[in-house]
């Protein structure tokens, strides 16, 4: 009897633990999610799809794999001038999100490069640090 009472306080203490331990877990695929639906969905379309001939498309786009290097500034500092994605010719500005920290900008491209039909390799946080600081010592 005292056994069985003792594996069931044993029990008990691990499924508390494992709610709590989720309670605190980020699911990094899905802040990407959602830090994509807070600043890039309005323009980008929920699916990827862009915005005619004004926003160019993430989905299936050749810009991610031909523009890997730039990608994390473009996301903090913004884009102007002309660019071509698909083909296709886009001259629609992008603001930056400067308030986004590395983590941040690293969820968001890794849903951009795993989801909307696109399957790039995922960004380390090492990579988007390099490439910020890249970016940084061009605009100083």
Do not use: W
């Not at 691990?14 to 999610?33: H, M, P, R, S, V």
């Not at 699916?47 to 004004?54: I, P, Q, V």
């Not at 071509?84 to 491209?109: A, C, D, R, S, W």
């Amino acid at each position: 009897m005292l056994i069985k009472t003792k594996f069931l306080h044993y029990a008990a203490g691990i499924a508390a633990l494992l709610t709590l331990t989720q309670c605190f877990y980020t699911d990094k695929q899905n802040e990407g999610e959602k830090l994509y639906t807070q600043y890039c969905a309005n323009c980008h379309m929920d699916d990827g799809s862009g915005l005619r001939n004004l926003i160019p498309p993430l989905a299936g786009a050749d810009y991610l794999e031909n523009h890997r290097d730039e990608l994390a500034c473009i996301i903090q500092h913004g884009q102007t001038g002309n660019i071509v994605v698909n083909g296709k010719n886009y001259n629609q500005g992008m603001p930056g999100f400067e308030h986004l920290n590395k983590g941040q900008i690293t969820n968001i491209l890794n849903y951009v490069q795993t989801n909307f039909g696109n399957s790039n390799p995922r960004f380390t946080i090492q990579e988007v640090e390099k490439q910020l600081l890249k970016c940084r010592h061009l605009l100083e």
